[in-house]
């Protein structure tokens, strides 16, 4: 069975300086691998998506991740940290049909 | 584009009510999936709908929750009755396709059990 684990429950950072959220995964395929990120009181939103194609995957408000199979990771990076990006991501995994199984969350704390 | 519809947003209720949740997904977007999210941690699929019939609901209770899309479209979730536990926020999402499609997620509805 496919499973996510997001290594920190709460990440705080100064706005300004990189952001790195760490995700590792758990699958007996090549896995469809996806981070959200939900603010409060609103729907998750899709960053970025890695499907198999490039590794290193660019997603939205300068968000990208990269695929390492030699360490099952999937860890988020953002070069300088926004106030805006205070909120909660979240690491998932898909099976075939496209059932989303997602890690336990990471808080972003974004210090002016 | 108009996305994903919830309601309520909120409702409180006492345990051993029943409650319902209301979703409209996204015009055109054969897939529905409800998820539980319990405050703290991820969500987790309940059930998923391609048009109106069930692909998978393994994780769905179904001695108390139960869901239909009967035109394949909107979608209500209920619970009856409800336990403590159930309290959580409860997304619905729609996607295009069941097969490596983006899903989009409504706001959710906050319910608390007391």
């Known amino acids: 069975a496919q499973s996510v684990t997001q290594l920190d429950s709460h990440v705080s950072v100064s706005e300004g300086t990189p952001v790195l959220l760490r995700c590792n995964y758990s699958?007996?395929?090549?896995?469809?691998l996806f981070w959200y990120v939900q603010h409060p009181n609103k729907g998750l939103q899709l960053l970025l998506k890695?499907?198999?194609?490039?590794?290193l995957v660019k997603g939205i408000n300068g968000f990208e991740a990269e695929f390492k199979k030699s360490e099952t990771s999937f860890h988020l990076t953002k070069p300088s940290a926004h106030m805006s990006d205070a909120a909660e991501y979240f690491c998932?995994?898909?099976?075939?049909?496209?059932?989303?199984?997602f890690g336990g969350g990471t808080r972003l704390m974004v210090k002016p | 584009e108009a996305g994903v519809a919830q309601s309520p947003r909120y409702k409180i209720i006492e345990k051993r009510q029943s409650v319902a949740f209301w979703c409209n997904p996204i015009?055109?977007?054969?897939?529905l999936y409800w998820y539980q999210q319990i405050l703290g941690q991820g969500p987790k699929l309940l059930i998923q709908?391609?048009?109106?019939?069930?692909?998978?609901d393994s994780q769905l209770p179904k001695d108390r929750f139960s869901a239909e899309r009967l035109k394949g479209v909107d979608s209500t979730l209920k619970i009856q009755p409800a336990k403590l536990e159930d309290s959580a926020v409860y997304l619905c999402?729609?996607?295009?396709?069941?097969?490596?499609?983006?899903?989009?997620f409504g706001p959710g509805t906050r319910l608390t059990v007391l």
């Open positions: 999402a729609s996607s295009l396709a069941a097969v490596l499609n983006e899903q989009f």
């Open positions: 699958s007996s395929y090549s896995p469809s």
């Open positions: 890695y499907t198999s194609a490039a590794t």
């Open positions: 998932a995994t898909d099976n075939a049909g496209n059932m989303l199984t």
């Open positions: 015009s055109g977007h054969a897939t």
């Open positions: 709908f391609q048009n109106n019939g069930v692909v998978d």
